[in-house]
């Protein structure tokens, strides 16, 4: 399974080298932290969280499921593990999961970036 991917520089400054080789996968498909700065991630049409007006109202869902994305924000923000989430959604696989939770990091990362 291959993934293109889509860079987002979030470096500072014009004197910046990327330094390509520091590049370390966080979770395969998902999310690739580097540190010169720059964040990878894969396209929305490759991500394991979809948003389809024909699914539960366009509510964002773990995609080839109906889980709401929220449920997990939710288990997690009630004291649940993911592993409780896990078992109560069957149809979402942990990597899914982990991957879902990395893109949402990462993007709330790359908000408060400069």
């Known amino acids: ?6 860079m987002i520089d979030l470096s500072v400054g ?3 080298i990327p330094d390509h080789r520091a590049v370390r996968f966080l979770c395969v498909g998902a999310i690739i932290g580097c540190a010169s700065g ?3 991630m894969v396209p929305p049409n490759q991500s394991v969280v979809i ?7 366009g509510e964002p869902v773990f995609r080839g499921t109906r889980v ?3 449920a997990l924000l939710d288990y997690l923000e009630g004291g649940e593990t993911i592993d409780e989430f896990l078992i109560d959604f069957p149809a979402v696989s942990r ?5 879902a939770l990395e893109e949402a990091k990462a993007l709330l990362i790359a908000r408060f970036v400069t």
């Open 51 to 57: 948003r389809d007006p024909e699914i539960l109202s």
């Open 38 to 40: 720059r964040i990878l």
């Open 95 to 99: 990597d899914s999961a982990v991957a």
């Open 14 to 16: 014009k004197n910046m």
């Open 68 to 70: 709401p994305f929220r």
């Open 1 to 6: 399974m291959s993934a293109t991917l889509v």
